[in-house]
């Protein structure tokens, strides 16, 4: 009896500390506007790796060609007011940007930590090409916002800021551990 008591209680303090520590491995993406959240888009799985964060997505119903992709600050997907006017997903804040640099780069480069290689979507809306974070690992997107751009990303803040991309499109919110 002693001992079934004993397994019992080992493997429920397993279970909560794989419940604690299993921080979340994929997000739901949904499209946004700014009247909010509306329908899945897919999902986006994340794998720690010897060489960054990879991010392998399952998406579909996506304009096709190269969209700006990056990790947000906030873990919100909401729409909130920009210069006046209501944004789509503007809760989300700016690219994640922990050491306060203040500059788009790419995502090996010394600007912000969310700022990952481009999404390529397919001619026929889908993306599901893998792209690698070489700076981050999973505990650094815990509790932020996962955001897809209208347009491409050429990693730089000129001659447009946040590498010219356009509103955002489709956003999920990361779950923390």
Known sequence: MKRSISL??????????AGSAGAASSVTLNAVSSDGVGEAVGTV???????????????SGLEPGLHGFHVHENASCSPAA?????????????????ENSGAHDTPWGDGHMGDLPGL????????????????????????????IHIGGDNFSDTPKKLGGGGARVACGVIGGG
């Open 45 to 59: 799985s994340f794998k720690n790796t010897e060489h960054g964060l990879v991010f392998s997505p399952d998406l």
């Open 8 to 17: 019992l209680s080992l493997c429920t303090a397993l279970a909560a500390c």
């Open 82 to 98: 920009k210069n006046g006017e209501m944004t789509a997903a503007a809760s989300a804040g700016s690219h994640y940007d922990p």
């Open 120 to 147: 390529y979507v397919a001619a026929d809306g889908t993306a599901t090409h893998p792209v690698l974070a070489p700076r981050l690992q999973m505990e650094d997107i815990q509790n932020r916002a996962l955001m």
